[in-house]
């Protein structure tokens, strides 16, 4: 469809430059519920196959992700795919920073601990570290963070939609100045999540959210 032409959403006709980018598939109505069973069937996943990653995925899935709303198009994300060297590397900061956090560090149970958190990075194929441009503006920067989260989330769900799952991680990782050195984080930039990524070796359930109907105000 041209700019200012007819397209189709979900069936329905869609008139001016916005229907150009809203049909997924031009002409094609969407299947409603695919798209919502990948949005409420998205797992956070912590045990990975050992299997690398497909990189033409993890490509196609951070396209998607760009698209993410952004107030004013401030487009505030930067991606690192994190993989060999460099992620055993964060892995092994990983465990010392859990062993550290440990109200008796130098026991053998602040040692497990420490082998645990890194395990679980290694373990994954790849690790996602999404980076926001803080801006100045207090306002500026909390509506870019939204956007950094929208994007990370369609990431996700752009791999899971193709096999790959993830997590989310916000821990004290993202605020340690030796990861941020590992990684090139600069000044004026915040690491705001960090995703393992791979294929599960096990997908846990989750409890149902309280229905939306019952968070719902509705006012005439
Ligand atoms: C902003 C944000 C930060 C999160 N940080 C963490 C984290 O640090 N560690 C963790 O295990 N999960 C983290 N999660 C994942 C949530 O725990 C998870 O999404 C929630 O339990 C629901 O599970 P689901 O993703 O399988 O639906 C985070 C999620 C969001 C949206």
Redesign the pocket.
């Known amino acids: 469809m041209r700019p200012g032409g007819i397209g189709l959403w979900a069936g329905r006709p869609v008139r001016g430059k916005v229907g150009v980018r809203l049909a997924l598939r031009e002409g094609v109505p969407m299947d409603a519920k695919a798209v919502d069973d990948l949005l409420v069937g998205?797992?956070?996943v912590r045990l990975f196959r050992d299997a690398p990653l497909d990189e033409a995925d993890l490509r196609r899935a951070l396209e998607v992700a760009v698209w993410a709303p952004n107030h004013r198009r401030t487009e505030p994300w930067r991606f690192i795919v994190v993989r060999a060297e460099t992620q055993r590397h964060l892995a092994d900061r990983a465990g010392e920073l859990k062993r550290l956090a440990h109200p008796r560090p130098d026991g053998p149970e602040a040692a497990s601990v420490a082998v645990r958190a890194r395990e679980e990075l290694v373990a994954a194929a790849a690790l996602l570290a999404v980076v926001q441009r803080v801006a100045e503006d207090p306002a500026v920067a909390m509506e870019d963070y939204a956007s950094c989260?929208l994007a990370t989330d369609r990431a996700l769900l752009a791999l899971w939609a193709r096999g790959v799952a993830g997590?989310?991680?916000?821990?004290g990782i993202t605020r340690d100045e030796q990861t941020l050195a590992l990684l090139g984080v600069g000044s004026g930039e915040r690491l705001v999540?960090l995703c393992p990524l791979g294929y599960p070796a096990a997908v846990?359930t989750?409890p149902a959210p309280h229905p939306a109907e019952s968070r719902t105000t509705w006012l005439n």
């Open positions: 998205r797992r956070s989260a997590r989310w991680s916000t821990g999540f846990p989750r």
